[in-house]
């Protein structure tokens, strides 16, 4: 499952480099997945937002068997 989850990323990952930031996969357990924001997504207010509504959703939608995405 972790090597989907990164190619799932891997497709998110250039609107969050167009605003100068990036995702990185941290672990995998039982169907939560933990991410790290870096750059100017880690001290963007509207992190948590992007976290759920974007990156969330994006797997969930490619991974059915993700839950939830948390930051690590």
């Known amino acids: 499952m972790r090597e989907r989850i990164e190619e799932a990323l891997n497709h998110i990952r250039p609107a969050l480099r167009a605003d100068g930031g990036d995702i990185e996969l941290v672990d995998v ?15 963007c ?3 948590l937002m ?7 959703e994006r797997l969930k939608e490619e991974i059915p068997e993700v ?3 948390e930051l690590a």
Request: one cysteine or more; a positive charge; glycine letters at 18%.
């Open 67 to 69: 839950v939830s995405v």
């Open 45 to 47: 207010p509207s992190a």
């Open 50 to 56: 992007t976290l759920k509504y974007g990156v969330e």
């Open 29 to 43: 357990q039982g169907g939560v997945v933990k991410v790290r924001l870096k750059g100017a997504c880690g001290s």
